[in-house]
């Protein structure tokens, strides 16, 4: 079935869970947590420390490489990789493995700007229309749902996001 899928064309795949997603009503049951702080500071581990002794929804990186679909491919990964067990390493805020927790850059980086696309970073709280706070809230819901867990998110970029972040959560 993964197989099948990964033929569709990324814009197919993208687009139905999208139509799903702007149909959907869900509502977060917890606050979504965000972790701030300028790159070299420790939010990787402090990501990795927190998913690591509690239970935590988050977007994976299996999540992150299928960054049009997250909502399909975040059960997927589930399904079809190893459960993911810290070992406490990163690479520059890169955690390996298919089901360990990603900044999601390219899951943020559909609604935020960021320098190769746009040259600039910092966003208000009216700088998303309501559908998109609204396809946002929605990704975020469907893993927090599907993992039993509240949301949790780590991403450096999000410090300049805050307005917009607190805005659509």
């Known amino acids: 079935m993964l ?6 064309p990324i814009s197919v ?3 139905l869970e999208a139509q799903s997603l702007s149909r959907a009503t869900r509502e977060l049951q917890y606050p979504a947590i965000f ?3 300028p790159p070299r500071s420790g ?3 402090l990501y990795q420390l927190l998913i690591h002794r509690f239970h935590f929804s988050y977007f994976p990186n299996i999540a992150d490489l299928l960054n049009k679909i ?3 491919a975040t059960p997927w990964g589930r399904i079809f990789c190893k459960p993911y067990r810290s070992s406490f390493e990163s690479n520059y805020g890169r955690v390996d493995g298919p089901l360990a927790p990603s900044e999601a850059g390219g899951i943020w980086n559909r609604w935020f700007p960021y320098e190769d696309r746009d040259g600039f ?4 709280e009216d700088y998303l229309s309501t559908d998109q706070q609204h396809f946002i809230r929605q990704t975020v819901a469907c893993v927090e749902k599907m993992m039993h867990a509240p949301f949790l998110n780590k991403n450096v970029k999000h410090g300049v996001r805050v307005r ?3 805005q659509i959560f």
């Open 70 to 72: 997250p909502v399909t």
């Open 164 to 166: 917009a972040l607190n």
């Open 13 to 15: 795949r993208g687009s």
């Open 43 to 45: 939010t990787t581990l």
């Open 3 to 8: 197989k099948q899928l990964a033929r569709l």
């Open 121 to 124: 970073n910092y966003v208000n």
């Open 35 to 37: 972790i701030l702080g």
